[in-house]
């Protein structure tokens, strides 16, 4: 769907970034306002536009509605369609039951709520005329999709320069993970920079924080991945799988203290270290930061190889979560003897799972946040009459993974962010604060493919 009307870019903000915007429909300067560490968005009226799928024909408005557009219960569409609210062919319908051909375009102006996201703002790690490298904040989408318009990425760059200007990203990150992305200012640049960034000459290192002791030295794994369930995106290591291979370094390795070795500890930090959230390990385990060095690019490629390492992102809301797995978690585990257990219960995982960590996933996102009834406020908009939720937790914006450092093997550029506060030694503790050469994945792969070249070479000489 499409947003066709467009407000001035001179439109006025309002006054109260708590009054809901009204049409036309695309605000500017863009609504945003801070509030308890969360950048927000006043609400704001936006039209979708839909041209009449092949099996919409013949079909009431509102069981289409309420079939295919499931994010506000059926009353809303019903009073939506009751109130002039959904139009077809810009015409307002005559009932709720009204039925669409082939060739209708099917309007429908809402009373948009977006979720909050992190108000930390998008760091800039290097700019030129070309290309902006930014480090992004966890918890927040690259583009507009589903529930997120304008927090998003490229819609805060925008809002922070002018109307006119598109950032265009060149590679992209999920939307709680955190760190380096490049954002080309014109279409040449972002071409450039995207083709580079999908050569094998194009290092990527990311931190993470995972459960237990990691072991030292380099960790290689090289196991097949799998999507098991497109419906649900979820990844297993097969031997059937695409090919996969990540390099791995402990960085740092931090035991539990004395005092979080007791079951009810009243120190309230947020540092992994002291914060149990409901996952045991950290009390009778400790956590670790480990450097990952990414060789392909399956999709949860690190999350699915230190699962099966036995050492799972450690707030991972599906792969450290042993109501889906199990107490092993999966580690070692290239069997899919279990497989349909494991999709039935992560396709039931309720808002106590979800919240007890991050739910990284979109789809999974999307129904956890349909279903949360527990933290609905009892409130209703008085605009659209949908009901009103609570703020998420800090929890719930970022999982303990980042995009650190991208660098060229032949020497022409590198970029590299400081590592995140989570990776950071605990108070009192000592622990390294950067990123070391001994610890570097980089290094042992950049000398392997400098060989490579030179081998070639003298191959092509011969």
């Not at 369609?81 to 082939?102: A, F, I, Q, R, Y």
């Not at 369930?229 to 031997?239: D, I, Y």
């Amino acid at each position: 769907m499409a947003m066709t009307t467009v407000e001035s870019p001179t439109a006025s903000k309002p006054k109260d970034p708590t009054v809901p915007i009204s049409t036309p429909c695309d605000p500017w300067p863009r609504p945003y306002f801070f509030e308890n560490g969360l950048r927000k968005v006043a609400p704001y009226h936006f039209t979708y536009n839909t041209w009449c799928k092949e099996r919409w024909r013949n079909r009431g408005l509102l069981e289409i509605f309420s079939s295919e557009f499931r994010d506000r219960p059926l009353e809303y569409y019903r009073y939506a369609l009751e109130t002039g609210h959904v139009t077809v062919n810009n015409k307002v319908v005559s009932t709720p039951n009204d039925t669409v051909k082939n060739g209708d375009v099917i309007s429908h102006t809402l009373h948009r709520h977006e979720p909050p996201v992190s108000a930390q703002a998008i760091g800039i790690i290097h700019e030129d005329d070309d290309i902006i490298v930014i480090n992004k904040p966890g918890g927040i989408p690259v583009h507009p999709a589903g529930r997120y318009n304008y927090n998003c990425v490229v819609e805060i760059i925008r809002a922070e320069r002018s109307y006119d200007f598109k950032a265009l990203p060149c590679n992209r990150l999920d939307r709680l993970t955190s760190g380096l992305m490049f954002i080309g200012k014109h279409p040449k640049a972002a071409d450039k920079m995207s083709k580079s960034l999908k050569d094998r000459t194009v290092l990527k290192e990311y931190v993470a924080c995972v459960a237990g002791e990691f072991p030292e030295g380099e960790v290689v794994c090289e196991k097949p991945i799998l999507q098991i369930s497109p419906k649900l995106g979820l990844n297993r290591v097969r031997a059937d799988g695409k090919s996969a291979k990540t390099v791995f370094r402990r960085l740092a390795y931090y035991p539990p203290s004395p005092s979080e070795t007791e079951e009810n500890s009243d120190d309230s930090s947020t540092s992994p270290s002291v914060h149990d959230d409901g996952m045991p390990w950290k009390r009778h385990k400790g956590y670790s930061i480990v450097r990952c060095l990414p060789l392909t690019g399956r999709t949860h490629q690190l999350r699915v190889h230190l699962q099966f390492l036995g050492h799972p992102i450690a707030n991972d809301p599906i792969y450290a979560n042993q109501r889906v797995f199990g107490p092993s978690l999966g580690a070692d585990d290239d069997s899919a003897s279990n497989d349909d257990d494991i999709i039935s219960r992560l396709d039931r995982m309720g808002k106590q799972e979800v919240a007890e960590a991050v739910a990284y996933h979109d789809e999974v996102v999307d129904r956890y946040q349909k279903q949360k009834a527990e933290r609905l406020t009892g409130e209703m908009c008085d605009v659209c009459h949908a009901p009103l939720y609570s703020d998420p937790g800090s929890h719930e914006l970022g999982i303990w993974l980042h995009a650190r450092k991208y660098a060229c093997s032949n020497g022409k550029w590198s970029y590299e962010s400081p590592l995140p506060d989570w990776a950071l030694p605990p108070a009192g503790v000592e622990g390294p604060k950067d990123a070391t050469d001994d610890t570097d994945p980089l290094t042992s792969e950049v000398a392997k493919l400098t060989l490579e070249k030179e081998a070639q070479k003298e191959n092509a000489k011969a």
